[in-house]
């Protein structure tokens, strides 16, 4: 049975829930669409006009049947049973190796409900579940351009911490900046 948390959010609650793989379709959507949004302009526009809403629930779909049993996926649902986010966590890599701490891999909210605490909703069950867990912090990667995003984990209490990379796609550089939350033990 997947564990259910309603969470106050503006405009009414939203449920956190454990992933399912029939969640898989609609968590593509999501993603893509929070691609689109997000990375419009960061990102060559072709590239994210090819994106396959399809091809992403079947990687996600591979995904989900072989993730390690640390990697968390988690949806929060409306009322209704709408899947409006999703959110993936474990623990963090740094490269071949790991550390103690978690990572925040992925949070999205369907970008027609941005501001809507979907999204905070989502972070917090993954910072709650984190703490449990007994890590000592959470570690996310932020595209450098996307002060919405930055915004959205500064408020969370979320800090960048100096780490930069960078990841290509379709020739264009494209910089992240690391964040880093302690979580409280």
């Known amino acids: 049975m997947s564990e259910q948390t309603p969470i106050p959010a503006p405009g009414g609650a939203v449920r956190v829930r454990e992933m399912e793989p ?3 379709d609609r968590v593509s959507a999501i993603r893509i669409g929070g691609w689109r949004h997000a990375y419009r302009g960061l990102m060559p526009q072709p590239y994210l006009d090819g994106l396959s809403v399809a091809e992403d629930a079947e990687r996600r ?3 989900f049947v072989r993730a390690p049993a640390e990697v968390v996926n988690l949806v929060a649902e409306d009322a209704a049973g709408t899947v409006l986010g999703w959110a993936c966590h474990g623990p963090y890599r740094d490269g071949a190796s790991r550390t103690a ?3 925040l891999y992925a949070v999205y909210a369907d970008a027609g409900r941005l501001g809507g605490g979907i999204g905070r909703a989502l972070l917090g069950e ?4 984190c703490t449990a867990a007994g890590y000592p912090r959470m570690l996310l990667w932020v595209v450098a351009g996307n002060a919405r995003a930055r915004r959205f984990y500064e408020r969370a209490g979320f800090r960048a911490d100096g780490a930069e990379e960078s990841f290509e796609v379709d020739g264009t550089r494209v910089p992240e900046m690391r964040y880093v939350r302690a979580l409280a033990g």
């Open 22 to 24: 029939g969640d898989c």
């Open 61 to 63: 779909r591979e995904f």
């Open 101 to 103: 701490d978690a990572e």
């Open 126 to 129: 993954s910072v709650r579940r």
